[in-house]
């Protein structure tokens, strides 16, 4: 099946540093990819719908000059974590669907654990 | 603001009996219901989706849709230890729009 690949899975850093993750559709193409973040023991929160070739649309309540989305090709979206401070510790995930389906064919990363000391 | 709601448990519930899960949602418009099992420390996985009113079943689950009542329920019949995870409702507007999870419920299977 469909495979996303997200890498780290996990990264410990210290305060003000900057991470970027990165999500990858290992067999397919997608136009459009799903940056989530998920707090212990609650749902997964949307943040941002990311965009081949375009800006990425992010959701009520997120810093968009904090957490940089960049969707550079049909196959590859990265989140970076600006000067990260320990209130962003939290486990991100990504999800991509291939183009042209619904969300029955939504795929998603293993996540990354980021943990800012 | 669209809304899925769940009890967040722990459900706990002894090895071979049914689990049963509840979701309600806010928007009317919603079209789209998905539920997903979610280990800890670990990404969604897709366990069933449903459209239309009624059940829907698939090996040991069966999901259950009420647009009228804005009602998704999942049951799980004869549970497993190995089932014992984090179950996620999420629902989207139609095909292809950004979901909105629930807060989850966390299924505890006992043996």
């Known amino acids: 099946g469909a495979v996303v690949s997200q890498h780290p899975s996990r990264v410990i850093c210290k305060s003000g540093t900057s991470v970027k993750i990165e999500c990858r559709s290992l067999?397919?193409?997608?136009?459009?990819m799903f940056w989530y973040r998920q707090f212990p023991k609650q749902s997964l929160m949307l943040m941002a719908t990311?965009?081949?070739?375009?800006?990425?649309?992010?959701e009520q309540g997120v810093e968009k000059d904090k957490f940089l989305i960049n969707h550079a090709s049909l196959t590859l979206s990265t989140l970076t974590v600006t000067s990260a401070h320990p209130e962003d510790s939290s486990f991100y995930i990504c999800?991509?669907?291939?183009?042209?389906?619904?969300?029955?064919?939504?795929?998603f990363g293993s996540g990354t654990q980021l943990s800012v000391l | 603001q669209k809304e899925v709601e769940q009890n967040s448990g722990p459900l706990s519930v002894p090895e071979g009996a049914i689990a049963s899960l509840n979701c309600t949602y806010s928007d009317r418009v919603s079209q789209s219901f998905f539920w997903y099992r979610q280990y800890s420390g670990k990404s969604p996985e897709l366990i069933m989706s449903?459209?239309?009113?009624g059940d829907k079943e698939d090996g040991r689950f069966t999901a259950q849709l009420n647009k009228a009542s804005q009602y998704v329920s999942l049951l799980i019949r004869d549970s497993q230890p190995s089932d014992s995870a984090t179950y996620l409702c999420a629902a989207d507007e139609a095909a292809g729009n950004k979901l909105t999870f629930g807060g989850g419920t966390r299924v505890l299977v006992k043996p």
């Open positions: 999800s991509a669907r291939p183009q042209g389906t619904g969300n029955e064919k939504l795929f």
């Open positions: 990311s965009n081949e070739g375009s800006k990425a649309t992010y």
């Open positions: 449903i459209y239309s009113n």
């Open positions: 067999d397919f193409q997608a136009t459009t």
